[in-house]
């Protein structure tokens, strides 16, 4: 037996991701400024980084940093909410379609190819006309979407076990299927499901800013990366740092969800 | 080898083609601007825009026109008289040709009008000669309005069913331009984007997204003779990139980008070519009189005194002027007002405990997804936070936002603007808030018979006097009911390059582009030059 290589690219991430999650939620108590409100009297003359505000402020004088880490909480809210949304349907979906096969597999692989085939700005569009955009609505539209390859995914691995000696060894016992599925299946898909979550969070991180950006996002004034980046498009001559440090913010988070994505994928891949 | 030679050269051209701005030009003086939007239409029965308006008042005469001061002036019409009870209007015309060659007769402005009355023409414009004799009886079959008469060679008569002081602004309108009948009916609705009009300038060539091109009409006869070799006007350029072009020389003449309106404004270099105008427009925020809690005024009036109106105006680097009421302070002949709501969150705060909202509430702001108009929405949110009123804003597209707001009782409250036809306070206080309007442009859905009859007496009024007084008085109950936040009236703020002379600005009308002059001086200014229209070929 040979021990594997400390896995840097994992403890990167989640290294990152500590620092992240522990910097949105300590940092605006520390800094003790509303996002919400002018924190100068310097309006429509967005202030340039300094001592007293380190992101410097935007055109309505609020504070560039108390609205960046705002908009981190609820980004960051909304992208482990909507990866628990997708990771429960797909790997449902995935775990019901893999092992059983046949018109179950091909009922749900079907059902999950039409969703691909939805363009997701154009359902996001549909959805925000006929509802309020709100964060429930940014779950469902992300979560609506967002299982799809997670199902994908979880089936492939899954037609691979049930065709394991451990599992055809259950079965030979009389193991019933929820058994075969909760103690023997489901326990192989760790690795590849933590992977998986990594890399979904990455995405909706991604669509929430997205979607944010074109104004379908988490309604103003809470502050989200996505719309702070849509917003300041008209000063980014004037007022670079309006641009900068929300698109670094997002451009961190992404990283860190990818590391650990990365990092969770070697030792799955070692092992096959 | 050759034949790859050959493809590499055509998809070379095809490059070249396709990166060329706009149509060959051999000339420097012509005027080059871009916009974001295309021109909806050159129909001058249809649109109604400001786009379209600023291309028909090129290509199209009507009768009246205003002058810089805003005062009215003959176009095609010489000389004109109303009768002492206006209800009788003349006009005689001057002689002018279409730019097919055709002269322009009495019956071209007949038949204009007429076509708008037709239901079938579905003419935004059709209520403002609705006062014409007959004008009602105009259906889908048969419009022969008794009320104009056309008399050849050069005698116009019109003729209204009751006493209309602002008749001739409505003549001045571009519904009411001159139109050849028979090649309107030629080419049915190609007609809107081929127009052929008699005023100074003619459609030369337009391209759907591209470009439209103007020459100048060679049978103009007019007081207004085109200065210009031609007016390019570039479609799907945006703000930003409007800019861009016009720093390099590409453009003429451009509105100033948010972010760079301060350095702009401070720079001497381009402190001599900035116009400025404030213009006949209020921007508001309607509240909904039949949805509680703005059922109640006391309500309303606290969202008045908690509005910092002047941070607003900095918030735009001031390119406004906060508002005291409905009425811009720039309208010619209307009294000075003093602030009934200067920002007073205090006074705010006592009106809400009164009216049983000490604890503040929850409502909806309903408005046009446009980066600026969240951004006057989210200062409105702080300020109205402040007193403990919480705001969802609710950014829609345009269409959708506009059919939502003549929904009644659905919407709260609202952030518009609206920008007169013409100089006169009737043209906001009786459209926008005489209750049959409802269901019309009085969004709020505002109701006070004082208010009524005010606006009805000041209809009636012949003498401009009087009929300004009843204006005002309404005005003044309006203000105090307060069914509006009254924001502010917006300045425009327009750059053009040094080479370009005679630019004004209009308070209400767009900028006559086509009255400018292209002044060349060797050697300066050095823009002009490199940015001549490249022609289809990108040489």
């Known amino acids: ?272 | 080898m050759r034949s790859r030679l050959f493809l590499l050269c055509t998809l070379l051209v095809l490059a070249c083609r396709q990166q060329s701005p706009g149509p060959a030009s051999d000339s420097d003086h012509v005027l080059r601007l871009a916009d974001q939007d295309e021109i909806p239409t050159l129909d001058p029965a249809r649109g109604y825009d400001t786009a379209s308006w600023q291309f028909e008042d090129l290509i199209f005469e009507t009768l009246l026109d205003y002058d810089d001061k805003g005062d009215l002036v003959g176009e095609a019409a010489e000389s004109w008289s109303a009768s002492a009870d206006f209800r009788e209007f003349r006009f005689m015309l001057r002689p002018s040709r279409f730019s097919h060659g055709r002269s322009v007769r009495p019956g071209d402005f007949a038949y204009a009008v007429r076509r708008v009355l037709l239901p079938s023409t579905q003419s935004p414009g059709r209520d403002f000669y609705l006062g014409l004799l007959g004008a009602r009886e105009c259906d889908s079959t048969a419009c022969d309005v008794p009320g104009i008469e056309a008399r050849e060679p050069d005698l116009l008569i019109f003729r209204l069913e009751t006493p209309d002081l602002l008749f001739l602004h409505k003549v001045a309108l571009p519904f009411a331009a001159a139109l050849p009948e028979e090649i309107v009916r030629e080419r049915g609705a190609t007609f809107s984007r081929n127009p052929t009009g008699s005023g100074p300038y003619r459609l030369r060539e337009w391209r759907a997204g591209q470009y439209l091109w103007l020459e100048p009409n060679p049978y103009y006869e007019g007081a207004q003779p085109p200065s210009l070799a031609g007016i390019l006007r570039q479609t799907g350029v945006g703000e930003e990139l409007a800019w861009m072009q016009f720093l390099s020389g590409q453009l003429d003449v451009t509105g100033i980008p948010t972010a760079d309106f301060l350095h702009v404004r401070g720079d001497p270099r381009w402190r001599e070519r900035i116009h400025t105008i404030t213009t006949l427009r209020t921007q508001y925020v309607g509240l909904n009189c039949s949805v509680p809690p703005f059922h109640d005024r006391r309500v309303r009036q606290a969202l008045n005194y908690a509005t910092d109106k002047e941070k607003l105006v900095r918030l735009l680097n001031g390119r406004a002027v906060a508002a005291v009421g409905v009425v811009p302070p720039n309208l010619p002949s209307y009294p000075e007002r003093a602030p009934v709501y200067p920002y007073d969150p205090h006074r705010a705060e006592q009106l809400l405990r009164a009216a049983g909202y000490a604890a503040g509430f929850e409502t909806t702001l309903w408005l046009r997804n446009d980066p600026t108009a969240m951004r006057i929405a989210q200062s409105l949110q702080q300020d109205w936070l402040r007193v403990g009123i919480h705001v969802k804003l609710r950014p829609l597209a345009w269409g959708v936002f506009l059919e939502a707001i003549r929904e009644p009782g659905r919407v709260p409250m609202f952030l518009l603007g609206w920008e007169a036809d013409f100089p006169d306070a009737s043209n906001f206080l009786d459209v926008l808030f005489h209750s049959r309007q409802v269901g019309a442009n009085n969004h709020t859905e505002y109701r006070n018979p004082a208010v009524d009859a005010l606006l009805e007496a000041a209809a009636r009024e012949l003498s401009a006097s009087a009929r300004i007084q009843f204006l005002y008085r309404a005005e003044q109950a309006i203000i105090e009911d307060a069914p509006w936040i009254f924001l502010f009236h917006p300045s425009t703020f327009v750059l053009v390059q040094s080479r370009v002379a005679g630019f004004r600005l209009h308070p209400w009308r767009p900028p006559r582009v086509g009255r400018v002059r292209i002044e060349i001086t060797n050697g300066h200014p050095p823009e002009p030059h490199s940015a001549r229209p490249r022609n289809a070929s990108g040489r």
């Open chain 1, 1 to 272: 037996m040979r021990r594997s290589a400390p896995n840097r690219t994992l403890a990167t991430g989640i290294a990152m991701l500590v620092l992240m999650l522990a910097v949105a939620t300590i940092a605006p108590v520390w800094l003790n400024r509303d996002p919400l409100l002018p924190v100068t009297d310097a309006i429509g003359e967005p202030l340039a980084p300094q001592r007293t505000f380190p992101c410097g402020t935007d055109e309505l004088g609020r504070d560039v940093c108390a609205r960046i880490l705002v908009a981190g909480q609820v980004s960051l809210a909304i992208a482990i909410s909507a990866t628990a949304i997708c990771l429960g349907v797909g790997v449902g979906v995935g775990l019901l379609a893999g092992y059983f096969g046949g018109w179950v597999d091909t009922l749900f692989m079907r059902f999950t190819e039409v969703l691909l085939a939805v363009p997701m700005l154009l359902l996001a569009i549909t959805l925000a006309a006929l509802f309020e955009p709100s964060p429930y609505l940014l779950l469902a539209v992300i979560g609506a979407v967002g299982w799809t390859p997670v199902a994908r995914a979880v089936r492939a691995e899954v037609r691979s076990l049930r065709a394991r000696e451990f599992v055809v060894a259950a079965r030979a016992i009389g193991a019933t299927n929820r058994r075969i599925l909760g103690k023997h299946i489901l326990p192989n898909l760790r690795a590849s499901i933590l992977g998986l979550a990594a890399v979904t969070a990455s995405h909706s991180l991604l669509i929430d800013a997205g979607l944010s950006f074109i104004g379908l996002g988490v309604p103003p004034p809470v502050p989200s990366w996505g719309r702070m980046l849509s917003e300041s498009q008209t000063y980014y001559r004037a007022a670079p740092w309006l641009m900068l440090f929300p698109g670094a913010a997002l451009s961190f988070a992404v990283l860190a969800f990818q590391l650990i994505a990365s990092g969770l994928g070697r030792p799955f891949a070692e092992r096959q």
